[in-house]
């Protein structure tokens, strides 16, 4: 099981970006996927989760209204757009999976299966 996130750079505030989950070894779409982010000495963050069997999402306060998550099943990946960045969006942003199909309240600090990073700067 692997995954891997892409996407991520350089943003000035306000800007935009979409990162891409993609999945080896396992098809995404019968999984719900988180994404997370780590600032340099903050804890983990849970950013947003959507579930497999109906794709409904979950998104932290942080986020609400500026980030979207949906999935490409066709395409194996997830994706998180990321609208009217802040300089506090700035971290490492991953996905991850529990492997469950929905996405659980535990879901929301943390997955077990973790995937590589994607660093997200917000920066004029």
């Known amino acids: 099981v692997q995954l891997q996130a892409s996407g991520g750079g350089l943003v000035q505030p306000g800007g935009s970006l979409r990162l891409s989950c993609a999945a080896s070894?396992?098809?995404?779409?019968?999984?719900?996927i988180g994404w997370f982010r780590q600032a340099p000495g903050k804890e983990r963050e849970g950013v947003s989760c959507i579930s497999s069997s109906d794709s409904s999402t979950w998104y932290a306060d942080s986020v609400k209204g500026r980030f979207t998550i949906s999935r490409d099943n066709a395409r194996n990946t997830v994706y998180l757009q990321m609208n009217s960045l802040k300089p506090e969006d700035t971290a490492v942003y991953y996905c991850?999976?529990?492997?469950?199909?929905?996405?659980?309240?535990?879901?929301?600090?943390?997955?077990?299966?973790r995937g590589k990073g994607t660093l997200v700067t917000v920066s004029s």
């Open positions: 991850a999976t529990d492997g469950v199909p929905i996405c659980t309240p535990r879901g929301r600090y943390d997955m077990d299966y």
């Open positions: 070894g396992f098809t995404l779409d019968d999984y719900a």
